[in-house]
């Protein structure tokens, strides 16, 4: 238990026999008859002013539960301050202070007067949760106490933007779990007091990433905007479902302004298209194949595949994975999703689509979706998007483009041209969580059609969705989705589209291309290192393996390659350990393990890369 000194010099008149008597009830029986009483106030005790105690009592310890007394080592000019609410004591926590001990109790009458202590004193040590608000006269303990919150998670921002500080501080899951100095996650029947869940969030952050960090390059969403954050705050603060406008009236509203805005960003009409924000990139293409199945067969709905042939489903060997998760969750089966080969870049070959879908029907299966790709997971890589669209309208078959990395190019004049095509998709997903910088998590599924997310999903349950409300019913959203409960994804995004303008999020966008060919070109440059793809990157990846000198001038070989696999992930596991950088690694094919960047974060610069080179080179030199 940590201990505090306080020291309180103002007095105020002692309180009326009436106050004073009720002040001795609302102690611990415990501790009634054996506490000296000192009143601490700017001013007379009023009525109805709350009371806050603030027992003396010798230091102690609290282990599992049990509290063991020591002997006071308090100076005589200063008090240990133990405090104490109205409810915050339990007559078993008082039942266990020695017979002999001798109490003296100081009561901040004021609401003031508490304000000022807890600020200048971390001192909430017997204060619990069932002391802020809604509780009564718990409004300036809320108060208190949410400031500590803010002012630890200022402490963490100004951390994480500092090229100074650690990324992380790494420690193993079983010492975690075994606890780490004081931090336990082990939980109790019993409450834990706001000072030490004050402790406990500042060690949350302690012992986790800092993904806002200049030198954190392992996800493709990153960084930490201030905005953003902002909005999440205002989002948690606002605490509400998503499903209708009863309950979310300016939320729903805005999710359907922020959906005609990026649907008018593909290239669909505003009034005909529609969407919904989903909980992340997976299940938005599982929406999207879901209603591909549904304009199919809609008679999926009511009597479930067994009506339906043996219907698969195309994408390109890059793919993402959550492809073969939907198919399973759908009741598809990933045997049934057919990986189309891609060129040496990662893109889908549109011959071989067009040979998978023929070899397909030859087989009696019945193709009904191909899901291209803008913005491959590892190689970054965009599907030839007019090619697939001219193959899907023949074969009359679904066109989803999984655009969750690479959607946010589309707001970019310079090279949203990577994208050409996927106008003509019939769905979309794109996750503003990556490369617009907006925090985890948000992400859309568009639909050209606009009424098939509803159709295909709703079940019109009476106790939410009325047709006879107030108002105008369209925008009771919740129907469209899989989900009931749908967190709130859009506040975040939309107040970060009004900070800083579509240009804004452009500029952003367009200087993560820059770095990530200027890092190429420096790569290109040095002899250790060596590209994945030699040609410029078509996006904000750029793949390379690290040679170090007993490697550097072997000719490529199975055994030379068996050593370079080892290189990359022992390369981060000490980037981890000391906390300097992180980027991730994979294998691929028949390509070793070898390190993948992406840029994404607003708050990396070319020092940045720079300082990575070096790194790299530090820790693998002796490998």
Same mark, same amino acid.
């Given at each position: ?65 049990? #509290? ?9 000019? /200063? ?7 109205? !409810? /915050? #004591? ?45 509780? *009564?006269e718990g409004e300036d303990l809320t108060k208190c106490f949410l400031l500590r919150v803010v002012n630890i998670l200022l402490h963490y921002i100004e951390k994480t933007f500092s090229d100074k500080s650690k990324i992380l501080d790494f420690h193993h899951p079983h010492q ?11 939980? !109790?029947? &019993? ?16 012992? /986790? ?32 479902? %998503? ?8 939320? @729903? ?7 005609k805005k990026m649907c008018g960003i593909i290239g669909w009409r505003e009034t005909e298209a529609d969407g919904i924000f989903s909980p992340g990139g997976s299940i938005s293409n599982l929406y999207g194949i879901l209603v591909a199945r549904y304009k199919q067969y809609p ?20 793919? &993402?994975?959550?492809?073969? =998760? ?19 870049? /990662?893109? %889908? ?33 965009f599907d030839p998007l007019h090619d697939i669209a001219d193959i899907c309208e023949t074969h009359k078959l679904w066109m989803h483009v999984d655009a969750a990395w690479g959607g946010g190019l589309l707001l970019s004049r310079k090279h949203s041209c990577k994208l050409s ?7 979309? @997903?794109?996750?503003? &969580? ?34 006879? =409300? ?9 129907? *469209? @989705? ?7 994804? #859009? ?15 452009? #500029? ?8 990530? =060919? ?27 393996? $690290? ?37 991730? $690694? ?13 840029? !994404? ?23």
């Amino acid at each position: 238990m940590p201990r505090h000194k306080a020291c309180c010099n103002t007095h105020a008149e002692p309180p009326g026999r009436r106050q004073h008597t009720a002040m001795c009830q609302s102690m611990p029986r415990g501790l009634r008859e054996r506490v000296t009483m000192e009143v601490v106030s700017q001013r007379p005790l009023g009525v109805s002013e709350s009371l806050y105690y603030f027992y003396q009592v010798p230091l102690f310890t609290s282990v599992s539960g049990e #509290v063991h007394w020591e002997e006071s080592r308090v100076a005589s000019s /200063g008090w240990v301050v133990l405090l104490f609410s109205h !409810s /915050g #004591v339990p007559d078993s926590l008082a039942a266990q202070v020695p017979k002999d001990l001798e109490i003296k109790v100081k009561f901040l009458v004021t609401a003031n007067d508490l304000a000022a202590f807890l600020t200048n004193r971390p001192c909430c040590l017997f204060l619990f949760s069932l002391d802020l608000l809604p509780s *009564k006269e718990g409004e300036d303990l809320t108060k208190c106490f949410l400031l500590r919150v803010v002012n630890i998670l200022l402490h963490y921002i100004e951390k994480t933007f500092s090229d100074k500080s650690k990324i992380l501080d790494f420690h193993h899951p079983h010492q975690l779990l075994e606890g780490l100095d004081g931090f336990d996650l082990e939980l !109790s029947d &019993h409450p834990e007091s706001l000072e030490q869940l004050l402790v406990d969030c500042t060690d949350t952050l302690k012992y /986790g990433v800092k993904t806002g960090h200049p030198r954190y390059f392992n996800q493709l969403s990153s960084g930490l905007d201030v905005i953003g954050l902002a909005g999440e705050w205002l989002t948690a603060t606002a605490n509400t479902n %998503m499903f209708t406008y009863e309950i979310a009236p300016v939320f @729903t509203v805005m999710e359907t302004v922020l959906l005609k805005k990026m649907c008018g960003i593909i290239g669909w009409r505003e009034t005909e298209a529609d969407g919904i924000f989903s909980p992340g990139g997976s299940i938005s293409n599982l929406y999207g194949i879901l209603v591909a199945r549904y304009k199919q067969y809609p008679e999926i709905k009511a009597r479930g595949m067994a009506v339906l042939p043996c219907i698969v489903l195309f994408v390109s060997e890059q793919g &993402h994975y959550s492809i073969k =998760k939907a198919a399973a969750t759908l009741g598809i089966g990933t045997d049934n999703v057919i990986e189309v080969k891609c060129d040496e870049r /990662g893109k %889908m070959i549109p011959a071989e689509l067009e040979k998978n879908i023929l070899q397909a029907k030859r087989k009696g299966q019945t193709p009904f979706c191909v899901v291209a790709t803008a913005g491959s997971t590892v190689f970054g890589a965009f599907d030839p998007l007019h090619d697939i669209a001219d193959i899907c309208e023949t074969h009359k078959l679904w066109m989803h483009v999984d655009a969750a990395w690479g959607g946010g190019l589309l707001l970019s004049r310079k090279h949203s041209c990577k994208l050409s095509g996927i106008e003509r998709a019939d769905s979309v @997903t794109w996750n503003p &969580h990556k490369l617009m910088g907006v925090p985890l998590q948000c992400s859309a599924v568009l639909t050209r059609e606009k009424g098939l997310l509803g159709a295909c999903n709703q079940m019109q349950a009476e106790y939410l969705f009325q047709p006879d =409300k107030v108002y105008n019913i369209n925008f009771d959203t919740g129907d *469209k @989705t899989i989900q009931c409960g749908r967190h709130v994804d #859009v506040f975040k995004l939309w107040l970060m589209w009004k900070a800083k303008g579509t240009y804004g999020f452009e #500029v952003q966008i367009d200087r993560y291309m820059e770095l990530a =060919k200027y890092f190429y070109k420096v790569l290109k440059k040095k002899d250790n290192f060596k590209l994945v793809f030699d040609a410029e990157p078509e996006f904000t990846n750029v793949c390379f393996w $690290y040679f170090p000198p007993r490697l550097k001038h072997i000719p490529k070989s199975f055994e030379r390659d068996q050593e370079l696999q080892k290189i990359a992930p022992k390369i981060k596991a000490q980037m981890i350990v000391e906390g300097t950088a992180m980027l991730s $690694y994979q294998p691929c094919g028949d390509k070793v393990n070898f390190f993948r960047m992406v840029f !994404s974060n607003p708050a990396t610069r070319q020092t940045d890369v720079d300082y990575l080179i070096d790194e790299i080179q530090r820790l693998g030199k002796d490998l």
